[in-house]
């Protein structure tokens, strides 16, 4: 039976992860069915859903394509160079979403609506369907496909009918992945004029604090992330993906490409001229123009900012989320698994929502509260508690259990076994888990923008501000700064993609 006090703290910890949702509910009581609907029911939701399902549907299918045709390049057959093309695959997520906006902006002025949201959101997010994909590739059993050839069927044949199933896995949670950032993302679609709820929601809260349009946009977005969240569970289906034995031990065999060659290499160079070269590119381009004058004492003293805030906030997700990973993995149960599931879910809400259910909260009940550094770091940790739980986990199941339980033999109580011998052994999984929150706050905009205190400026932040100005080469060190920043959490997916394939 576990602690009690560890089962406390999980389920306090999950209880605020409710928060955003409970605001969704309270504030449509609140607001009145009759105002709701009026609310709801308007052009403007209409406008806003319509483009919002166009980009889903327009920018996923694409995604996919690009990816799994990448992946099945650097994994299944003979190009040259194939490592350097996998990890040039991933490393547009070194570069956040609305750097890629600020870079194609800056170099074609005139890009605006839904296909150049399409363009760049491709170009950004494709690497979460490249990932998974990639990993499944390397994980398959070759000897599906040599059954499947020794049937009669030609190549295209066995790919898309042994192999492109056995990846619904990876391409739904990877399409899931690319949705909901999709739904959550701000700076991207600001730049190049397209609306959507997050953006709208954004421009209502400048406009009036606190006003029931925003919450409303907030309810309809919340609706769409479970939509998708459903949605991607229907697709994925039931199927068993799992197989008895250990499957065949040797590599698959690679395809000669023959004069194939040529253009299977040009998908990835142009792929990474695309998503690398052209950011980095018109980067130095601003750099240089503005010379050393532009690296002056205020980019110091934001990046010094940038960093308290990413470390304090990485810290206080892993220290929040410790308890619950230690449960799902020494005392898993139901009750655990709903408090887990409280702990998951707020990572699929746009961080716009999580910021306007705290900016209503503190306004109309704990108003010392309101735009502190307090309630930005509650709204990290919500954020970003399902990314600290990931590392954590892991390294917590590979502490021998039995060391917990000798510990408690020689008069130790459950928290503190868990504490003194657990924890310190999941001590390097808990630092990858303050890395990867930190990082993710580096680049986190909505959620700063709306609850940041007066005079505090991020990285993030300040970027978007000297852009919003169209101060392209002021705001150059900051989107440079954040993809240095970037860089390590680009690295460390990349390596956790090739240990949990085995390679």
Known sequence: MPHASVVIFASVVSLFSLVPLGFIVWITIQTGWHQVIALVFRGRVGELLVNTVLLEVCTIPLSILLAVTLAWLTERTDIPHARLWSWLAVAPLAVPAFVHSYAWVSLVPGMRGLWSGVLVSVLAYYPFLYLPVAAALRRLDPAIEDAAASLGLNPWRV????????????????????????????????MIRFDTFATAIVDQFQSAYNSPAANMLGGVLVLSCLLLLGLETLIRGNERYARVGSGAARPADRRRLGWMVLPAVALPIATAVLTIGVPFVTLARWLVIGGLGIWNAEVSSTFLQTIGLAIVGGILATVAAAPMAWLSVRAPGRLQRVLEACHYYVGSLPGVVVALALVSITVRLILPLYQTFATLLLAYVLLFLPRAMVGLRASIAQAPVELERAAMALGRTPAQAMRQITMRLAAPGAAASVALVALGIT?????????????????????????????????????????????????????????????
């Open 443 to 503: 680049n986190e905009l909505t959620a700063t923008l709306m609850l940041s205190p007066n005079g505090t400026e991020t990285l993030a932040t300040k970027f978007w501000s000297l852009t919003s100005e169209i101060d392209y080469v002021s705001a150059a060190p900051y989107a440079f700064m954040m993809v240095v920043l970037s860089l390590p959490l680009t690295l460390l997916l990349y390596m956790q993609s090739k240990r949990t394939s085995g390679q």
């Open 159 to 190: 790919f898309f009918r042994a192999v492109l199933p056995q990846l619904r896995l990876a391409i739904c949670g990877g399409s899931l992945l690319i949705g909901l950032h999709l739904l959550s993302e701000y700076g991207l679609f600001v």
